[in-house]
């Protein structure tokens, strides 16, 4: 049973416009999220992270929301840019049981020109 | 700067068959890790190096052996390849002293293994 479930194997979106890629997990000991994006041919390379202590994580254009009720994650991308075209994982690391980072299945995020 | 090198980029193994993925980080980072990634899944650990000398378990780790040889280099090696272990393999490092998973982890370019 996957831990950390990303629903939307695809996204596109029109250059310009925000991306909002989605994250959802069963595991309540999870306190800590990451994003990681991939491009082909490429390793994953890491985004942006927020804590459960926190509700909001900002970086440049990227930013990570958390809502610990729902058990749900967002990444909004704002604006999108065609360089932003990639596959995002979304994982999550807690305690005890949950200690070991589990990642989601990732979206294939396709921003267009 | 390198960063994470992984050696072979593309691998096809008969069932049976053994080999050794290399991976080296030139980052002088503490800990060590291998991933697989399968088709529809995400990144799952096999193994992980927190130092020189030690080596652990993760979530995937029967049918590979590790060896972290120095700082630099950590190994995984399949004994007798089977179907089951086609899949992407990827190595990390992390600054992370211990198991932290919430350490940024650099990633390299992985390794497409196929075992028919």
């Known amino acids: 049973d996957q831990q950390v479930k990303q629903n939307s194997p695809s996204l596109s979106v029109q250059e310009g416009r925000i991306s909002i890629l989605n994250c959802d997990y069963t595991?309540?000991?999870?306190?800590?999220f990451l994003w990681y994006k991939k491009y082909p041919a490429e390793g994953p390379t890491f985004l942006i992270s927020i804590s459960s202590i926190k509700d909001k994580n900002e970086d440049g254009r990227f930013t990570v929301f958390l809502n610990k009720s729902a058990k749900h994650l967002s990444l909004h991308i704002v604006p999108s840019q065609p360089g932003d075209s990639a596959v995002y994982f979304c994982a999550a690391s807690g305690t005890g049981s949950a200690r070991q980072l589990t990642f989601g299945s990732g979206t294939q995020l396709t921003v267009l020109p | 700067n390198a960063g994470v090198t992984q050696t072979p980029k593309f691998q096809v193994l008969k069932t049976g068959q053994s080999m050794t993925l290399q991976c080296a980080q030139d980052?002088?980072?503490?800990?060590m890790y291998w991933y697989r990634q399968d088709p529809g899944m995400g990144l799952r650990l096999i193994y992980y190096?927190?130092?020189?000398?030690?080596?652990d378990k993760g979530e995937v780790p029967n049918g590979y052996n590790v060896s972290r040889l120095n700082k630099r280099e950590f190994s995984l090696r399949l004994e007798s390849a089977a179907p089951s272990q086609t899949s992407v393999y990827f190595c990390a490092s992390s600054e992370a002293v211990s198991y932290q998973p919430n350490t940024e982890a650099f990633f390299g370019q992985g390794t497409r293994l196929t075992v028919v």
């Open positions: 980052m002088n980072h503490n800990s």
């Open positions: 595991n309540s000991m999870f306190d800590y």
């Open positions: 190096s927190a130092s020189e000398g030690t080596t």
